[in-house]
């Protein structure tokens, strides 16, 4: 691939626009060459512009903390998660979606990939990846939602097979975490509902075998490798 198309896919601009940058001599190599719209790409990694690395490669995948009120949506009149990241990153071809959903009102772990591939390796029901959520409801546990959680037997309303068995921890008599195997609309609020009770505020700490660790509320990292193992480390059936 030409370097001016690589460039102009990451975001960076039109064709025209990153010609220009080209015109400038904005592009260079590692050892400060000049380099040209026509050259081929060669390794990524050598390549700057204006000095600085350029931003990841396609294959990406990375993981945002979202905080609550932003919706996981490329047009909706409130707060997107897209204005979390880099403004490029929503004219990257191809195009950086994220995996699942979150509700507007949860935080939490979110990943992103613009590899069709990776994602519905994530997404699918086969994987079974786990997800793990924290949640703060409105009232005192019963006491029974862990085997009622765990039956395999819960039907939500509108739906036409039970939920898969998850697991339920309480953490405190308003408090629990809850790990799901699937991702229906809503599903942690729903079930909380099917309990008899109200979810407040849900946050989820985990996917697979990839946490948020201490990735602070509002920032994205890109996932190497080695994390992108983890996620499929924990919880994927074989
Ligand atoms: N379950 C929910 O109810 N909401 C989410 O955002 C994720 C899981």
Request: hydrophobic share 40%.
């Amino acid at each position: 691939m030409k370097l001016l198309r690589y460039i102009a896919n990451l975001g960076y601009g039109s064709r025209r626009q990153v010609q220009q940058l080209f015109r400038e001599g904005a592009v260079t190599d590692a050892d400060g060459e000049v380099l040209y719209a026509d050259d081929e790409l060669g390794d990524p990694a050598r390549v700057r512009l204006d000095g600085e690395p350029l931003d990841p490669p396609p294959g990406l995948l990375l993981m945002l903390h979202k905080p609550a009120g932003y919706t996981c949506s490329t047009k909706d009149s409130g707060r997107l998660v897209y204005e979390l990241l880099p403004p490029r990153f929503r004219l990257r071809s191809p195009l950086l979606s994220p995996v699942g959903r979150l509700d507007r009102d949860t935080s939490g772990l979110l990943l992103f990939t613009d590899d069709g591939a990776l994602l519905h390796r994530i997404i699918s029901p086969k994987a079974q990846l786990a997800k793990v959520y924290e949640a703060t409801l409105a009232q005192d546990l019963r006491g029974d939602e862990a085997a009622l959680f765990a039956s395999g037997t819960l039907m939500l309303e509108s739906e036409q097979t039970p939920l898969l068995p998850a697991q339920l921890q309480v953490l405190a008599p308003r408090q629990a975490r809850l790990t799901l195997h699937e991702g229906r609309y809503h599903q942690v609020r729903r079930m909380f509902a099917a309990a008899g009770n109200h979810v407040q505020a849900l946050h989820r700490s985990r996917i697979g075998g990839l946490a948020l660790d201490e990735l602070p509320e509002g920032q994205w990292r890109a996932l190497d490798a080695a994390a992108q193992a983890r996620l499929f480390g924990a919880g994927e059936a074989a």
